[in-house]
């Protein structure tokens, strides 16, 4: 298994032009034969390769449904040095809002529990490749394979207050702010317009490029909402509002949550949010924004939510749990 994929990698690597995302196709294999090798099932592994600095990590590892696993932040095997890619704000990002990642240059894996380095494995020599021109002999193998066990028998866990509940969400709902929405307006394009009548409260899509439907939302939530609103502005309010849509949408699940069921279980008296969640619930989503939408809906789906109304109720916080919680 690390003999073929040490192979894939030298002659990826022995092209001289190759770039980072040349090696994700080997890395992806590899993944895919050791999660079969051990009876994992259910394993999709989706990459993501980013235009910019911004954004989710490059690998995601779940279940094509709902669970991730974790993700996985790739480096070109000539970036020798990971002590320094752990001080970029990039990787500071990503450690404090996922809480299972791997952060590798294909050769060196590392592992991080909620923002921890936990293990470490160089499975080959890099200069092998770049100096010597050969294949690499694999090297500490059950490590590897101990670090990728770790990694796959993450599950998030359950959560069972408000306050760690909103801990939760509010690092993912800032990551989403950041990195997604405000990154996607900085972008110059045309594409689908929402516009909504005041008076029917109907969607109509101009049929044009998927990934500025943000920008069509903005310029709705300027016109009907609140004028004067910039993009940054418009970037917390609208991350805010999924975050708060899918809450309210979880208190009234019973069996299974994901954003695909969130649409059906938003109160009809927000209508704003039957709005934003057509396109979240139903639309074809930026990867960037469904990646992260995914896992804050995990989130909600691992908490104890009984067990937080309950205390809720049982304290005379008010009617309303969720402009409370809010």
Do not use: C
Request: proline share 3%.
């Amino acid at each position: 298994m690390l003999k073929s994929y040490l192979k894939k990698i030298y002659q990826v690597a022995k092209r001289g032009d190759a770039r980072e995302e040349s090696y994700y196709s080997a890395l992806e294999r590899l993944l895919n034969e050791y999660a079969e090798s051990v009876g994992r099932k259910n394993i999709y592994i989706t990459t993501l390769p980013k235009k910019t600095e911004a954004g989710n990590p490059d690998f995601r590892i779940w279940d094509g449904k709902q669970h991730i696993t974790g993700y996985i932040e790739a480096k070109a095997p000539t970036v020798k040095d990971l002590d320094q890619i752990e001080t970029t704000e990039q990787l500071k990002r990503y450690l404090g809002t996922f809480p299972n990642v791997i952060l590798t240059n294909f050769f060196e894996f590392r592992l991080y529990r909620h923002g921890d380095l936990i293990d470490k494995v160089l499975i080959a020599r890099p200069f092998i490749v770049h100096k010597l021109k050969t294949i690499p002999p694999a090297e500490k193998k059950s490590n590897f394979f101990e670090l990728l066990d770790k990694f796959f028998s993450f599950s998030l866990p359950k959560v069972y207050d408000a306050k760690s509940l909103a801990k939760e969400l509010a690092n993912r709902t800032r990551f989403l702010k950041d990195e997604v929405v405000a990154q996607e307006l900085r972008t110059v394009t045309v594409g689908q317009t929402f516009l909504s009548d005041s008076k029917e409260k109907q969607i109509k899509q101009i049929k044009q490029t998927r990934m500025s439907v943000l920008h069509g939302f903005y310029e709705t939530f300027k016109q009907y909402l609140i004028s004067g609103l910039s993009k940054e502005e418009f970037a917390d309010l609208y991350s805010q509002t999924i975050t708060y849509g899918l809450f309210a949408a979880r208190i009234r699940s019973e069996n299974g949550f994901n954003r695909k069921l969130a649409y059906d279980r938003i109160p009809h008296t927000i209508g704003i949010l039957r709005e934003v969640f057509t396109f979240i619930s139903f639309g074809d989503l930026p990867q960037q924004m469904e990646w992260i939408i995914d896992d804050i809906s995990e989130v909600l789906a691992v908490t104890d939510v009984k067990n937080i109304l309950h205390k809720y109720f049982h304290e005379g916080k008010g009617k309303d749990p969720i402009i409370h919680f809010y």
